[in-house]
């Protein structure tokens, strides 16, 4: 993993071929690519087709703190898998009920998204595949926890993370998580993902889904 003072990519696109490169010169071979939508699937794309296999998704919702729903204090994924920052939920004394109704409420709106997403109620099969999943970036790290949660459920052969930038704390987290991670940047001094991209507008559902057309 690469470590610079002041990386950038042009965009998430741009960001995806140089991840696929990488990948191919590693020579890690999956069967499937998963992005997570929505900034995940413009990176995503780029990588399926470097490495010539399918592309789908994983859908997870983060689970914001009260008054505060940017602060993840978890994610759900589309399956119901979970991930819960037990330290911080615990430190700030959130109550189980909230938690709980906020977890089910995201979980529904996860498992809505990967609905529209797809064009048929199943995903691809995972059990014994090679699965890379890829995201735009890496902050805290809690989406694409309980991504790798509901893909582990499926008992894949091998999981790997490709992400273009993560912070430090989050890649050292998720790298116990997975068989590898593949991340091209990991600043000392991360703030944002969007800080490491000199286009990161924001991407609408039907632009990522366009994304899913591109095979």
């Not at 994983?58 to 119901?80: F, L, R, S």
């Not at 008992?155 to 050292?172: F, G, K, N, T, W």
Request: net charge negative; proline share 6%.
């Amino acid at each position: 993993m690469g470590r610079n003072r002041s990386p950038t990519f042009e965009n998430r696109q741009a960001a995806g071929k140089r991840l696929g490169e990488a990948l191919r010169e590693r020579d890690i071979e999956v069967d499937t690519v998963l992005a997570i939508p929505r900034g995940g699937l413009p990176v995503g794309r780029p990588v399926a087709d470097a490495l010539g296999v399918p592309l789908d998704i994983a859908v997870a919702k983060k689970i914001g703190a009260p008054n505060n729903p940017e602060y993840a204090i978890g994610a759900v994924a589309a399956d119901g898998s979970v991930w819960l920052n037990s330290d911080v939920i615990n430190r700030r004394e959130i109550p189980r009920g909230y938690v709980a109704s906020t977890r089910a409420e995201m979980a529904e709106a996860a498992r809505r998204k990967a609905q529209r997403y797809r064009d048929s109620e199943s995903s691809l099969s995972l059990t014994g595949k090679r699965v890379c999943l890829v995201d735009d970036g890496v902050a805290t790290g809690a989406t694409a926890r309980a991504c790798i949660e509901q893909i582990r459920q499926a008992d894949p052969e091998r999981l790997v993370l490709a992400v273009p930038v993560a912070s430090p704390r989050a890649i050292s987290d998720l790298e116990a998580l997975v068989d590898e991670v593949i991340c091209l940047v990991v600043p000392s001094e991360f703030r944002a993902v969007g800080q490491y991209y000199e286009q990161f507008e924001q991407v609408s559902d039907e632009a990522a889904m366009s994304y899913l057309a591109d095979g």
